[in-house]
């Protein structure tokens, strides 16, 4: 049984004359948390793109449970997807971001309804029921006819969580999900995610929030100039790592 949830197999991404992804090869296993860590500029937001394919790899290729992401494969040649293709692909590809990027016209639970009835086709009263359980679940059931501006931070990205759940993803990608959190709301996300992980899902996550890694994480893969340098179970990547970058960047977030 091919248990591999996401595969990135020698992944190339150049910006101009940039490389910034310089060959990276990742494996997440369905049911397992990885987290990347790594210095600004070294490529994690990037990679995390090319997995839901928001951007395009030059070499290599991405995929998820199975299916590659952006193409398909016909004899040895890979054929561009069409756009729509694409969005479908990405309805199993939940992304978190660092500024939660909430529709600030729609109410928190219009905000968890709109994919699943526009992308998904969900009848409203279906996807509804869903969106309420989904914030029962990060514990927000009273905020559902709220509005983004009309809650903290945490409570806003609680929602972006949940919003991400609601399409019922393969693979849930987070990046730097509490770096825009003032410190006292950060455990609050952490928690959330934490949940997550404890029922089985699959998740990849770009922090700098080491206990977070020691405690959730599977594996921690650390990430420089655009390579993975090393990675491993977290007591062996953040209590012996291997390599004199890993090190260097330990002692500064440590
Ligand atoms: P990280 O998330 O690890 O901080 P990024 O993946 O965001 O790193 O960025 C890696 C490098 O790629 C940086 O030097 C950044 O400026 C550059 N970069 C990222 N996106 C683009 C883009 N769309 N165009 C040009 N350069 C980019
Ligand atoms: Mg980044």
Do not use: C
Not at 103 to 116: D, I, K, M, Q, W
Request: charged share 25%; aromatic share 4%.
């Amino acid at each position: 049984m091919n248990d591999v949830m996401v595969d990135v197999h020698g992944v190339h991404k150049s910006f101009g004359p940039l490389a910034v992804l310089r060959g990276v090869d990742l494996r997440v296993r369905a049911g397992e948390v990885t987290v990347i860590l790594g210095p600004s500029g070294s490529g994690k937001s990037t990679l995390l793109r090319t997995i839901n394919h928001l951007e395009k790899v030059d070499r290599g290729w991405v995929s998820i449970d199975g299916e590659l992401i952006g193409y398909r494969r016909s004899v040895d040649k890979l054929h561009e997807l069409k756009e729509r293709d694409v969005l479908k692909q990405r309805t199993n590809i939940g992304f978190v971001f660092q500024n939660f990027n909430l529709f600030p016209h729609l109410t928190v639970l219009e905000n968890l309804v709109e994919a699943p009835v526009s992308a998904l086709r969900r009848p409203r009263r279906e996807a509804e029921d869903t969106a309420r359980a989904l914030l029962g679940r990060v514990g927000l059931a009273e905020k559902a006819d709220a509005y983004p501006r009309q809650l903290s931070g945490g409570q806003q990205q609680r929602v972006a969580i949940a919003r991400a759940l609601a399409l019922e993803p393969k693979v849930l990608l987070f990046d730097e999900p509490t770096s825009a959190l003032d410190p006292e709301l950060v455990g609050e996300v952490l928690d959330v995610i934490k949940d997550l992980a404890r029922t089985g899902t699959t998740m990849i996550v770009v922090t700098h929030e080491i206990g977070f890694a020691r405690e959730v994480a599977d594996t921690v893969v650390f990430m420089d100039d655009g390579i993975v340098v090393e990675e491993g179970p977290p007591t062996a990547v953040l209590d012996a790592p291997q390599h004199a970058r890993t090190r260097a960047f330990l002692s500064k977030v440590l």
